[in-house]
């Protein structure tokens, strides 16, 4: 697993049942160490297999397709057709994206195809081809969509502003944006779960199929060592403190049976389980 957690993700495909899941690569960027305050330099010197050539943590970008029934409905929109530079004084590196179209071309949907963009939450790279003009043009990419965002996130959408998403995203969002609650079933098999604390009104999506489940957590985790260490909140946290707990709340879930993760920033182990060990728990890739 090595290699893989110091490269950015390509296309991966995963089957619940009759359901299809396939992650989109948009782009991808580099958190530093500094993501996450509370690692120590000896916890990174003994763990390298998580840090590049640069010593940054690799942060895969883009969307997950869901696919049901002929339907299909897409969670997250990458960063869209953008690039943010390196700053000093950011706790991300360069982060670029601009692949999702091309993305999902590859797995045989049209834009159109594209029923709803149900978010996990307003920042910038998460919300890309929902709100940015598709090159050449004068719209977003998915023509067909609502915009579908929890509630007490819509509500505190200025937060959002805190951490680079401008007025003018969050406005070409809003005709089309409908709030959804905890619980509430927003595609088939696919439920809302509240997870607040890196933003107020994060949200997961459980996707269930075929007696199995798959847990798309945006990012209550950034990388596979918060697993081990669910404590280990980030320096963007809005609540770090309520992070935390949800985060332990969340490994729990992801260990139980018949449950897998999606990683969106997970480099190129985006799927896994949570298996428990001796050392505790730990972030299994899987690719089926």
């Not at 179209?101 to 049209?110: P, T, W």
């Not at 159109?112 to 939450?121: L, N, R, S, W, Y």
């Not at 709030?179 to 098999?189: R, S």
């Not at 847990?215 to 309520?242: C, K, M, N, T, Y």
């Amino acid at each position: 697993m090595d290699e893989r957690l110091r490269r950015p993700a390509g296309i991966h495909t995963l089957r619940l049942g009759g359901t299809k899941l396939t992650y989109l690569p948009d782009g991808a960027g580099q958190l530093t160490p500094g993501w996450l305050p509370d690692v120590s330099e000896e916890t990174w010197a003994a763990h390298p297999e998580y840090l590049d050539a640069t010593g940054n943590l690799v942060a895969s970008m883009g969307g997950l397709l869901v696919e049901r029934d002929g339907r299909a409905l897409l969670i997250d929109a990458g960063l869209g057709p953008q690039e943010i530079p390196a700053e000093p004084g950011n706790a991300h590196g360069r982060l670029y994206g601009g692949a999702l179209l091309d993305s999902l071309a590859k797995a045989g949907r049209a834009p159109g195809d594209i029923e709803a963009v149900a978010f996990t939450h307003l920042h910038l790279d998460h919300l890309g081809w929902a709100c940015l003009p598709v090159p050449g043009t004068d719209r977003p990419a998915f023509p067909a969509a609502e915009y579908l965002v929890a509630e007490p996130e819509w509500t505190r959408r200025h937060l959002a502003e805190e951490h680079g998403t401008s007025k003018e995203m969050l406005a070409a969002l809003e005709p089309r944006v409908r709030t959804v609650a905890d619980g509430e079933e927003i595609f088939p098999g696919v439920r809302v779960m509240l997870t607040p604390g890196h933003t107020a009104g994060h949200a997961a999506y459980v996707i269930t199929d075929g007696g199995r489940r798959l847990i798309a957590f945006g990012d209550a985790l950034h990388s596979p060592i918060q697993v081990d260490h669910p404590e280990w909140s980030a320096v963007v946290d809005h609540d770090p403190v309520r992070s935390a707990e949800f985060r332990h709340r969340l490994v729990e879930e992801l260990a139980r049976p018949d449950t897998t993760g999606f990683g969106l920033h997970f480099a190129d182990v985006v799927f896994g389980r949570v298996e428990r060990g001796g050392d505790g728990p730990a972030w299994r890739p899987v690719t089926s």
